[in-house]
């Protein structure tokens, strides 16, 4: 069974320019969560997708946006880099529901981004 | 809001010996999900074990094992027979079961070396 997948692994982009993540979750699993990963921060939620729609959002800018497809797939953006965007977003997969939650959530490796 | 709370930065064993990671949190939800997750170098974030709240009997997931402390609003981690490949960063995660979406809030981590 393939794990989530996360492209790229690496990006570097210039303060101003915008950046697309993707993520593709485990076969089956219908929610993507994202989340990024600072020294000083930690992880912090950014959102979750599911069935198209996001269903929760954490404390970040309008700068950052998502979607998900009906595949279950998902991006996300951010336009306008700051330097502070500088981080690893990791994207997490999972089977929706209560129950289901004793499963966990699956990661996949993250996308460096570093903002120059 | 839910926080959890990991004290120890850093923590070392020698290999074979026995350690305890520390992780306090903080809900008002009755009904949840605790985690640990390993970080080697490699970035992915790996589920080392997971605690239904409303089970009272401690998960074991073969040398990882929890004391979950419900009242106390604890959740430790026991690494036993520790090895090289322990090392990592381990992160304590919550997930609440209200809501309706799939949603991790993690503690700052604990970086846990292992000494030959």
């Known amino acids: 069974k393939a794990g989530v997948t996360q492209t790229p692994r690496y990006l570097i982009k210039t303060r101003g320019q915008q950046v697309t993540l993707s993520c593709s979750p485990i076969s089956g699993h219908r929610s993507v969560s994202w989340y990024q990963q600072t020294p000083g921060q930690g992880l912090q939620f950014l959102f979750e997708y599911f069935s198209e729609t996001q269903r929760n959002k954490g404390n970040f800018p309008g700068r950052f946006s998502g979607r998900q497809f009906s595949n279950s797939r998902s991006e996300m953006n951010v336009s306008t880099l700051e330097l502070g965007d500088s981080a690893l977003y990791l994207c997490?997969?999972?089977?929706?529901?209560?129950?289901?939650?004793?499963?966990?959530?699956?990661f996949g490796s993250g996308t460096r981004l570093t903002v120059v | 809001a839910q926080t959890v709370t990991q004290s120890q930065p850093e923590m070392s064993v020698q290999e074979a010996e026995t350690v305890t990671l520390s992780c306090t949190y903080d809900?008002?939800?009755?009904?949840?999900?605790l985690f640990w997750y390993k970080q080697p170098p490699s970035r992915q974030m790996i589920l080392v074990i997971r605690?239904?709240?409303?089970?009272?009997q401690n998960a074991t997931e073969n040398r990882f094992s929890v004391n979950f402390q419900k009242a106390a609003k604890s959740f430790s981690l026991k690494i036993s027979d520790s090895q090289l490949g322990d090392a990592a960063m381990y992160f304590c995660?919550?997930?609440?079961?209200?809501?309706?979406?799939?949603?991790?809030?993690f503690g700052k981590g604990t970086k846990l070396t292992v000494n030959p």
């Open positions: 605690q239904e709240a409303y089970k009272q």
């Open positions: 809900t008002s939800e009755s009904d949840y999900y």
């Open positions: 997490a997969s999972s089977l929706v529901g209560r129950q289901n939650l004793n499963y966990g959530y699956t």
């Open positions: 995660a919550f997930a609440g079961t209200q809501g309706g979406s799939e949603k991790l809030v």
